[in-house]
């Protein structure tokens, strides 16, 4: 019996050297999917518009559309029963991305931010939206939530811009809504500036 053990065990080990081996698996290339072969053809995509950015987006709508039309070719209508922008890809259309840089585009002036920087996330491809409640940072309760809220001057945080410098605002943001002194986050974020000015 302990020669059959010493066998099934040195069986054992070849077994796990086979299976130890490195095997290099091919790499698939998957090409990007093409309108075509998508199941319509159709993307949609919905933003809804609260009822304090309704008047903004009336007088705003031909500065909103024209970029989204002319230069995306996409097509936009504000439902006016939902209250959504709605946005879709035509026979136009060349890229998919396009649909996403509009919706952004409109999520962005929907958030508050004015169009002519909200068309920079049209124009450039490494700008972001980030956004982020000040209850995410800290779960904060009573007067201690009004006095972040009011160090902040809302509960709701929207930032535009490149990754890195987002990164940079939410810190300082951060410190504020844990009780930072102004003073200390202007002060930090004077440095940063004059160091990435310095890079430049």
Not at 113 to 123: G, Q, W
Not at 193 to 200: D, I, L, M, Y
Request: with cysteine; hydrophobic share 40%.
């Amino acid at each position: 019996m302990a020669a059959k053990r010493k066998i099934t065990e040195n069986e054992e080990d070849k077994a796990m050297e086979v299976q130890g081996e490195e095997t290099t698996l091919p790499k698939f290339l998957v090409p990007p999917v093409k309108r075509e072969k998508l199941s319509d053809g159709i993307e949609l995509r919905k933003i809804p518009v609260p009822n304090n950015r309704y008047s903004p987006l009336k007088e705003n709508w031909l500065k909103i559309f024209n970029p989204v039309v002319e230069i995306l070719k996409l097509q936009i209508r504000f439902n006016l029963k939902t209250r959504n922008v709605e946005i879709r890809n035509s026979a136009e259309t060349k890229d998919l991305n396009h649909l996403q840089k509009a919706a952004d585009f409109v999520r962005a002036f929907i958030f508050g931010f004015e169009v002519e920087d909200a068309l920079a996330l049209l124009r450039l491809d490494d700008l972001f939206l980030d956004s982020f409640q000040v209850t995410d940072v800290k779960s904060l309760k009573g007067d201690h939530l009004s006095r972040a809220i009011g160090r902040i001057a809302d509960s709701k945080i929207h930032l535009l811009g490149s990754y890195q410098n987002i990164q940079i605002a939410k810190r300082a943001l951060c410190n504020l809504i844990l009780g930072s002194p102004p003073s200390k986050v202007y002060g930090t974020l004077r440095s940063v500036s004059a160091r990435s000015s310095e890079r430049f």
